[in-house]
């Protein structure tokens, strides 16, 4: 009995082994399933892992493709770089030839033109206002008021400006439609006409000729000031650009000398020689549109307006005395290429222009710090002045010429400073100095009447304002406005800074007397306000354009930095962040991190890919250099 239970025991024991094992067989089975699934879905994963692997190798080839084709404009870039200094050392080393000395002269008897007849006008006033008196009353037979005969001299004066006006604001349009040289030539027909009409109204018995001749002269006057300064910019070496700029404002003060000089009563400040003195602005007139058919066109006008590159290449090769000219035609294609985008461009378009607007503010600005700096009331009023001072009227005539010898010497002396210097330095030297002694003009006006030396104060400080009239704001705006702006927009530009020019010399001329009056000693302090404020704009905004292309100065106002170097200039930049964005596009993101593995094999995988770090993305290379 007992060992029948024990067997059934064992059996029962047996069964329950067995079941046991039967269970954990199914449970290892069930185990290794997962685990071959597991397997499975590692091995898929690293599939894809190294096909992820092989892309990004294939993109990491192209990206380093591209780095070389970086590599490859950079070094191209700095080939182009040496190569435009290389060219630019060549313009500098470009000389003064007889025929450019020619061309030169010819063209600055224009301004030679608009000195004399701002000047001449001064001196034969009493003797003006005594005509006038004469023709009125011999027409109505009454004598006319002292005060209508000053208004009526006064609109004689004072339309010549408004003459300026009209003409400079019409410059750019001739100078596009006719050319420089051809707007010159044409213009010496109003010189003419205008210059004929004043000679002619002594004889003609009638001040109506004298008011529409100075109209007429004033229309010629305001072309010379836009014409004749571009005109120069554009055929002068770029070494000489500012000397030979600086001739512009010689002409004017040689004009303004001979005016005053031939105005004393011993010459022809007479009742019988005031006509003569008017209408001898007849012989600029006719001995530009004498010399001026043998001077060539502006080549950039040829070049870069009219698309005429042989004639261009004539008339530089005339101009520089040399068959080697392609640096010039370089350095004109280069800004022909920058301002691409700006060609032919309408007085509208350069006032709304982002780029050319600060140029633009510039150069009227520069116009207004030649006007209202107070040289207009001292040249046009310099006789009162003077004698309001203490001085007989004798010896105030004679200082007045002193002051038109004065910016003669002054002016020739900063020919070759201005190209050493350069314009801004320059600029500043001459407001400072106007500065400090329009504060001395008010001083000696203030005690002349206590201390009787300060009439001599008066005098010194007057002529050292004109000394340091000369050295700066007498000569830098009209050159500086011409170099500031490219061949497009140059035409425009000059035409609004030369009618604010002249609009601002009307407004002087015709305010300055009232001024007088209301301010008494006080006269000057206006001006010393404005010079001030002119002081500070060019210091602060004002950029330096000696022995620079307008290529270089036209960057200046792209970049806000204002660096020289070409490397800088928008197009370069430009090619690069493109490059880099390509760069950037082409770099894969990081890999999905992989889920959490269950085997060894899987993590040495990872590890093998991410070195040891899992989900770290492989190095970036280099970021490129940007500009």
Not at 220 to 246: F, H, K, Q
Not at 405 to 424: F, K, Y
Not at 584 to 589: E, F, H, N, R
């Amino acid at each position: 009995m007992s060992m029948n239970l024990s067997a059934k025991l064992e059996e029962l024991q047996g069964g329950d082994r067995q079941l046991e094992t039967t269970a954990a067989l199914c449970e290892i089975r069930t185990q290794l399933q997962e685990f071959t699934k597991s397997v499975e879905s590692c091995q898929s994963e690293v599939s894809e892992v190294k096909r992820d692997m092989v892309a990004i190798k294939q993109e990491l080839e192209t990206v380093q493709l591209v780095k070389e084709e970086i590599e490859e404009l950079r070094e191209y870039v700095d080939r182009l770089e040496e190569h435009t200094q290389q060219r630019k050392l060549r313009l500098l080393e470009q000389g003064l030839t007889f025929f450019l000395s020619y061309a030169i002269f010819t063209a600055v008897l224009g301004m030679l033109q608009f000195g004399y007849n701002t000047g001449v006008i001064n001196a034969p006033g009493k003797n003006i206002a005594n005509f006038i008196k004469d023709v009125y009353k011999s027409r109505y037979g009454m004598d006319l008021h002292d005060d209508t005969v000053n208004r009526l001299y006064s609109v004689a004066v004072s339309i010549f400006a408004i003459g300026g006006m009209v003409g400079g604001f019409s410059g750019g349009m001739i100078a596009n439609r006719f050319g420089r040289k051809g707007g010159l030539l044409l213009n010496n027909v109003l010189g003419i006409g205008g210059a004929s009409l004043m000679g002619f109204t002594r004889i003609s018995h009638c001040y109506e000729f004298l008011i529409f001749g100075r109209f007429i002269i004033g229309v010629n006057c305001g072309l010379n000031t836009s014409l004749v300064p571009m005109y120069i910019s554009e055929i002068a070496p770029l070494n000489l650009r500012g000397g030979l700029g600086t001739v512009n404002q010689l002409a004017v003060t040689v004009g303004l000398l001979i005016s005053q000089v031939l105005g004393i009563e011993q010459i022809l400040g007479t009742d019988e020689g005031w006509p003569i003195l008017l209408g001898l602005a007849i012989c600029p007139a006719v001995l530009q549109l004498v010399l001026l058919p043998a001077c060539p066109e502006s080549p950039r006008y040829l070049l870069i307006t009219r698309q005429w590159e042989e004639e261009a290449r004539r008339a530089l090769r005339r101009l520089r005395a040399s068959n080697q000219v392609e640096e010039d035609i370089e350095e004109m294609r280069a800004e022909e290429r920058a301002q691409q985008s700006e060609a032919s461009i309408s007085m509208r378009e350069l006032l709304c222009s982002p780029t050319l607007r600060a140029p633009l503010l510039i150069g009227v600005v520069m116009q207004l710090s030649q006007q209202l700096s107070g040289i207009n009331a001292v040249i046009n009023y310099s006789t009162f002045l003077f004698t309001s001072s203490g001085l007989t009227e004798e010896s105030a005539k004679f200082a007045t010429m002193g002051i038109g010898a004065i910016m003669v010497g002054m002016t020739l002396v900063s020919l070759p400073l201005m190209d050493r210097t350069g314009r801004r330095t320059l600029h500043l030297y001459g407001l400072g100095g106007m500065f400090i002694f329009s504060i001395f003009i008010t001083i000696s006006f203030l005690i002349k009447e206590m201390i009787d030396w300060m009439s001599y104060l008066s005098v010194v400080s007057t002529l050292s304002f004109v000394v340091f009239f000369a050295v700066g704001p007498g000569s830098i705006p009209w050159l500086i406005t011409a170099e500031l702006f490219s061949q497009g927009p140059r035409p425009s530009a000059m035409a609004i800074a030369v009618l604010v020019n002249w609009m601002a010399n009307f407004v002087v001329g015709i305010g300055f007397p009232s001024m007088k009056a209301v301010l008494d000693n006080y006269t000057f302090l206006p001006f010393s306000v404005f010079l001030a404020i002119f002081w500070i704009f060019t210091y602060k905004k004002v950029p330096e354009t000696k022995n620079k292309t307008f290529e270089e100065i036209l960057a200046l106002f792209r970049n806000s930095n204002g660096r020289d170097s070409f490397r800088d200039d928008h197009i370069y930049g430009s090619a690069l962040n493109c490059v880099n964005g390509l760069e950037q596009q082409l770099l894969p993101p990081p890999p999905p991190p992989l889920p959490a593995p269950l085997d060894v094999k899987r993590d040495s995988v990872s590890e093998q890919w991410s070195g040891g770090e899992a989900g770290r993305p492989p190095p970036r290379l280099p970021a490129t250099r940007h500009v």
